[in-house]
């Protein structure tokens, strides 16, 4: 392994004038597997933070020189400070000491003598929530990208329809261009807009989609959508709205014609624009076969692999609920978390926690992902499994079902909490996992007869025992469905141990 592939250990800066008392934090966090920065005063503490970019930093209030809370202001006042949190630790406890650490940008308070085991669980908290806000921030720059990009009028609002991004197309069918518009409401802007839009517009945020493909509107025919864009417990976190003006479709057959084939020529559009969003170039397909089938230009199947620096291999087979452009829009989202999480040497088990989270933040409460988390240990020997309402993940050895993974997991973004605790399965060099979306099974012959499970594994098994490729199995489908259309995404995956 290159020197470069070895994860580094959080890096925190320490500021402190008393020698016994650093010495005594160094200990402690050295012992807690982090690299400390030792400085003695306010000053060589941001001297530090500059040079060093910690992850973390840690300020004593009194020091001599410049104290903490004037190095937790110049600190947070740095483009990366503004990132990077701070914990004030002092022996002063009263009120305006730690009004002032607050005001100046710190994150925590911790007063002297320390409660070591408080200590660390506020640096462990303030690291991970840091991790995933950098993932969010990540996501949300993909978001901006398709705004800026997508040729549609579509325009997101917070619960008080105020805007927080719309495209160009909706500006100029609004007549909003070059208006500051953003943190502005949208009935204040236009101040004649029917009050039968606000009935929508909180009927949205109660957790409904409200369309209409073609209504009259102020001489104009219109088709658009509102749904609600975000989830946080029972309450929709804001409203996306799409608009189109159809008139000249109206009037005219042809016009009509035109105008569908431009609205497929702009859906493929969007459908590119998320799939590039999906589409990562991280994916690492080492140790694995696969099979991706959709049933439309977008799909709700979702496949991803990557490798921690220490040799631990993450994947990830999701299928969203539906398939098409409604049930592609929750990949980036996943994909995202997943990549940067791996990246900052998160396990798996974390990585399942955050996508449930944002699942069930940001999506609608019909959208949820069933999916399989796969995690192979350094050496290769230990796989940890989760199986959350996919079908049966099966192990094979010597080229035999050796163990049968059940569903035992509620599907990410189903509900706002989740065992992440996996199931481990010692394996050995030459084991193959194999996990798969429902749609082979789901598969339909001339007669009606679904597949199965049964005629899956058997098909499977003979795969495995002759080495056939992995396009036996599509080829073998598409015989069965005797000229049928594919109806539903299907993926299919083979990880060697």
């Not at 104290?67 to 406890?93: H, N, S, W, Y």
Request: overall charge negative.
């Amino acid at each position: 392994m290159s020197k470069t592939n070895i994860p580094t250990k959080p890096l925190i800066l320490v500021a402190d004038d008393d020698d016994f008392m650093l010495d005594a934090i160094t200990m402690f966090l050295t012992n807690a597997g982090y690299e400390v920065i030792e400085t003695a005063n306010g000053q060589e503490a941001f001297q530090a933070f500059v040079s060093r970019r910690p992850d973390l930093v840690l300020l004593d209030g009194q020091m001599p020189v410049m104290d903490g809370f004037e190095a937790c202001r110049r600190i947070k006042a740095d483009t990366f400070g503004a990132q990077t949190p701070v914990i004030m630790i002092t022996a002063l406890d009263d009120d305006q000491s730690v009004n002032n650490a607050f005001l100046v940008g710190a994150q925590e308070f911790i007063t002297k003598p320390i409660l070591w085991s408080v200590l660390k669980q506020r640096i462990r908290l303030l690291l991970d929530q840091k991790s995933a806000n950098a993932a969010i921030r990540e996501r949300d720059e993909l978001i901006a990208v398709f705004f800026e990009h997508t040729p549609t009028a579509v325009a997101m609002f917070d619960p008080e329809m105020k805007y927080l991004l719309a495209s160009q197309r909706w500006l100029k069918d609004y007549n909003l261009e070059g208006k500051p518009i953003i943190g502005k409401s949208h009935y204040k802007l236009l101040p004649n807009e029917p009050s039968r839009w606000q009935d929508i517009h909180k009927s949205c945020l109660k957790g409904n989609i409200e369309r209409s493909e073609a209504e009259l509107i102020d001489d104009n025919w219109y088709r658009w959508e509102a749904l609600p864009w975000q989830k946080k417990a029972e309450d929709a976190g804001g409203i996306l709205m799409f608009t189109e003006n159809i008139t000249p479709q109206k009037e005219m057959e042809d016009e009509i014609k035109a105008h569908r084939d431009r609205l497929t020529f702009e859906r493929e559009i969007i459908e590119e624009i998320i799939n590039k969003m999906r589409a990562s170039k991280r994916f690492d397909p080492t140790n694995l076969r696969y099979i991706q089938a959709s049933a439309e230009t977008s799909s709700g199947d979702l496949l991803l692999s990557a490798f921690r620096s220490d040799g631990a291999q993450h994947v990830v087979l999701g299928d969203f609920t539906g398939h098409g452009l409604p049930a592609a829009v929750g990949g980036p989202i996943v994909s995202d978390i997943f990549y940067s999480m791996t990246k900052k040497e998160m396990h798996l088990s974390r990585i399942l926690l955050e996508i449930n989270d944002q699942l069930v933040e940001k999506t609608p409460v019909s959208m949820f992902m069933a999916a399989g988390f796969l995690e192979l240990d350094p050496e290769r020997r230990t796989l940890t499994v989760w199986n959350c309402a996919i079908p049966s993940i099966l192990i094979y050895r010597n080229k035999k079902i050796l163990h049968r993974v059940e569903s035992g997991y509620m599907a990410p973004g189903m509900m706002s909490k989740t065992n992440s605790n996996g199931v481990v399965f010692s394996v050995e060099p030459g084991d193959v996992v194999i996990a798969y979306t429902d749609g082979f099974m789901e598969e339909t012959g001339e007669d009606g007869e679904m597949f199965g499970q049964k005629k899956f594994e058997l098909l499977i098994s003979k795969m495995l025992a002759h080495e056939e490729p992995m396009e036996t199995l599509t080829k073998t489908l598409k015989c069965f469905r005797t000229g049928h259309d594919q109806s539903d995404d299907m993926t299919i995956l083979e990880l060697t141990c």
